[in-house]
């Protein structure tokens, strides 16, 4: 949560899903400037963009570095890594004040953003699983998906066989994994590219995943989630 650093600022109420902001924004209320966390209790901010058009200028605020770029792809104008100072957000919001004519994100900031990241980031490429008394490494891409039940992280391999892991959710699961391979389907499913065999138009917008292996149960992506997941299929 922001403080408030400017006295006579008027602050929205906090919204913490990407459904209450929908609904909040389309309500057509006037705002000036948004801070988002890139994770929401019901998926990823940028669903928010793909199922609305977000009228006003973004600083995004997370704990990880990989989202920077595609956050400057869309509305932001920052993006600032966890935990905040007050100095740090000061200088989010002059930059604010120096954009709010234009409203365009900073290019120059992005090229060198880009130039920062590209390379630098790396992703998980196998896993240590478990195995009597060893540990067995297991390559990353030989699971077709990645559930959670019960607050039970799980990977289901391409051959049948599961295997618990230590991560606690799916959502610190996808920060350490390739997001051009894996996608997070809903809240209990995330997906292999790989395994993804057919898509099915589904009742309200929703879309239906066929996938193989096939899971226990509906791999079902929302309305509000069809766009990006189609930008992540055909990328």
């Not at 589904?202 to 189609?230: C, D, H, Q, W």
Request: aromatic share 12%; net charge neutral; with cysteine.
């Amino acid at each position: 949560m922001v403080t408030a650093l400017r006295p006579m600022a008027r602050f929205a109420p906090a919204i913490d899903s990407v459904e209450a902001a929908t609904a909040y924004l389309r309500e057509g209320t006037a705002i000036d400037l948004i801070f988002l966390d890139i994770h929401l209790s019901d998926g990823h901010a940028f669903d928010l963009f793909a199922s609305i058009d977000v009228p006003c200028p973004v600083i995004f605020t997370t704990a990880y570095d990989q989202y920077a770029v595609k956050a400057f792809e869309v509305n932001s104008i920052d993006y600032l890594l966890k935990p905040m100072t007050q100095e740090r957000v000061e200088k989010a919001l002059t930059k604010f004040d120096q954009l709010s004519a234009s409203r365009k994100p900073d290019e120059a900031y992005l090229a060198r953003l880009q130039k920062l990241l590209s390379g630098t980031k790396t992703y998980k490429q196998s896993f240590l699983i478990p195995y009597k008394d060893k540990l067995l490494p297991v390559p990353v891409k030989d699971f077709a998906w990645f559930e959670i039940r019960q607050g039970v992280v799980s990977g289901n391999k391409f051959d049948g066989t599961v295997h618990l892991l230590e991560e606690r959710s799916l959502d610190e699961l996808a920060n350490l994994i390739d997001p051009g391979q894996f996608f997070r389907a809903n809240r209990q499913f995330l997906i292999n590219r790989a395994a993804l065999k057919e898509v099915v138009q589904y009742f309200n917008g929703k879309l239906l995943l066929k996938m193989s292996p096939a899971p226990s149960e509906k791999v079902i992506i929302s309305r509000e989630k069809v766009t990006l997941f189609k930008s992540w299929v055909t990328a």
